[in-house]
């Protein structure tokens, strides 16, 4: 794999998620000819034949280099981007990326400060799945990003290794089973997550634990999901659990105030919501501005502005470094 040129093995990733030659020369920008001539001399590099020419499909040998290539792909462009941020300029771009949970009010007031210290910048928040947002902090397309997911008590998210990363801890919130109003359960004093594994779900994924991940944290089968929910409306999620079409598993802060909706802490096993805050290294600016008061470092307020201050953030209490 050393001598693999990483321009052909990103056009055998091309043509084997599209299934056509034709297809990935068009995305990638080359002749067909040339896309052909890449991939021939990647299969002569390996000693194998990769792909399937009619139908366009990976051979065994083809599935295998695929599982190293995405991450090999990944780790070049992370290497790319974290060496052009360590040698870059001061920036003045803010592009945070956040799964649906993770926008709270310890961001909010984190981007007013950021704001009020560089008028100029516009943040963009990107609201994205948890699966594609480390990739996207190392390969730069977003700045930094909060991601949640369930996790046991102060423990790290278990995200991928994409790179050299730093995540921070900035919340810890209680997990509860989200119910219908009236339901036996609901108002419980606590409950045992296996207990639940019969009981109708709603696969909502890019919002709540998925069946395998419920499975896991329990410790056995079950958690079929009734229902599948895709999308990040939250609004819409709580009010099919409102008409009974399923239960999920929320921090429990979301479900005080939601109508039609009660709920019941899980007491077995201990879990919480874990927000992190993932970064790379940032030239100093408003992104490296926004991880300081995230981090919860504190400081002069008036010396925010200053290359290499410490900001006043979330209190100690808040806060857990991986």
Do not use: C, K
Request: aromatic residues 2%; without cysteine; glycine residues 10%.
């Amino acid at each position: 794999m050393v001598a693999v040129d990483p321009q052909q093995l990103r056009t055998f990733v091309t043509v084997a998620r599209l299934a056509s030659f034709s297809e990935a020369a068009r995305e990638l920008g080359y002749t067909q000819s040339a896309v052909s001539q890449q991939i021939a001399a990647l299969e002569a590099d390996l000693g194998a034949a990769l792909l399937v020419r009619r139908p366009v499909g990976p051979t065994g040998a083809g599935r295998r280099l695929l599982e190293h290539a995405a991450p090999l792909l990944v780790r070049l462009e992370a290497a790319r981007a974290d060496v052009a941020r360590l040698a870059g300029a001061p920036s003045a771009r803010l592009v945070l990326g956040a799964t649906p949970l993770a926008v709270g009010a310890t961001l909010g007031r984190a981007l007013g400060e950021v704001r009020r210290i560089y008028p100029g910048v516009e943040p963009v928040v990107r609201v994205l799945a948890q699966d594609v947002l480390p990739a996207q902090v190392a390969t730069g397309e977003v700045d930094l990003a909060l991601i949640d997911g369930l996790a046991a008590p102060s423990d790290p998210l278990a995200l991928p290794d994409v790179g050299p990363l730093r995540t921070v801890a900035v919340a810890e919130r209680p997990v509860a089973v989200a119910l219908p109003v009236g339901h036996p359960l609901a108002g419980h004093r606590g409950l045992a997550l296996a207990d639940l594994s019969a009981a109708r779900w709603l696969d909502a994924p890019d919002l709540t634990p998925t069946a395998a991940r419920l499975r896991a944290a329990a410790g056995v089968d079950g958690f079929r999901p009734a229902v599948r929910y895709q999308g990040t409306d939250l609004h819409g999620l709580l009010a099919l659990v409102a008409a009974g079409h399923g239960l999920t598993l929320l921090p429990e802060p979301v479900l005080a105030r939601a109508p039609g909706v009660g709920s019941a802490p899980i007491a077995v096993p201990r879990l919480a919501h874990r927000t992190e805050l993932v970064h790379g290294s940032l030239p100093e600016g408003p992104a490296a501005l926004l991880v300081r008061l995230l981090e919860g470092s504190r400081g002069d307020r008036d010396r925010l502005a200053a290359p290499n201050s410490v900001a006043r953030g979330v209190g100690p209490d808040e806060m857990i470094t991986r």
